[in-house]
């Protein structure tokens, strides 16, 4: 998982809750790397210390990717260590208009995909009540990932977030 923000975080959760074996977390942020850990990663990579793609490849490369971040390096890393015949990169990520991601054309002939995914295309109808049945079984820890804070707080949750303090601020407006 490339990015370690909340949409990273959940694929780790929901990885992990799958029953993959094998789980890559990449951030360069150490608490939410430790978050990571926490939810069921079991390796982590800090981009400014280390190389993701040297561990994948070391791991035989990666059968699943998701590329959080919308940074277009990242995207071609999570991309250049997918496995053959099979490797699939999905992209969650917004990148800024105009980005550009540059892959080896014979790399991706191997049968390895991308996908641009939107809203983790799924079927509210049945992800929300197995969401729900998650949280009742305590298998979906929310308050490792939500920080509520009062409107009072906006830069406090602005700042926590941006530092990596907070994975997921959410306000509460006074009644």
């Known amino acids: 998982m490339f990015g370690c923000g909340a949409v990273g975080l959940a694929a780790v959760l929901a990885a992990h809750l799958s029953g993959c074996r094998t789980i890559i977390a990449v951030d360069r942020v150490d608490s939410r790397l430790e978050l990571a850990r926490d939810l069921g990663a ?11 793609l040297e561990l994948m490849n070391s791991l035989g490369g990666a059968d699943f990717a998701v590329e959080a971040t919308g940074n277009s390096k990242l995207l071609e890393t999570a991309v250049s260590g997918l496995k053959p015949f099979g490797g699939i990169c999905a992209m969650l990520g917004v990148p800024r208009a105009g980005s550009s991601v540059t892959f080896d054309h014979s790399h991706i002939l191997t049968g390895r995909s991308i996908l ?9 109808q049945t992800f929300i009540p197995r969401l729900a049945q998650l949280f009742i079984e305590g298998r979906l820890p929310l308050e490792k990932l939500v920080r509520v804070y009062d409107l009072d707080q906006i830069n406090e949750a602005a700042a926590d977030s941006a530092a990596g303090r907070t994975v997921k601020p959410v306000l509460r407006m006074a009644r």
């Not at 079991?42 to 993701?52: E, L």
């Not at 641009?116 to 509210?124: K, S, Y």
Request: charged share 15%; net charge negative; glycine share 10%.
């Open 116 to 124: 641009g995914i939107t809203q983790g295309e799924a079927d509210p």
């Open 42 to 52: 079991t390796h982590t990579v800090n981009t400014s210390q280390s190389d993701a």
